[in-house]
């Protein structure tokens, strides 16, 4: 019993990790996108 707590505790903990992984990668991409429609719209407006 002990061994199989400690093993749902590993998967457990390896979830997170990837769920936490894929909210970096799209917050990352979020404001890549959000930096480059600002500087797209901001040269749109100046020319």
Not at 26 to 32: D, R, S
Request: cysteine-free.
């Amino acid at each position: 019993m002990q061994y199989n707590k400690d093993n749902n505790d590993k998967i457990f903990s390896g979830e997170k990790l990837h769920s936490l992984n894929i909210f970096l990668f799209l917050g990352f991409n979020l404001t890549l996108v959000t930096v480059l429609a600002f500087i797209w719209f901001n040269t749109s407006i100046n020319s």
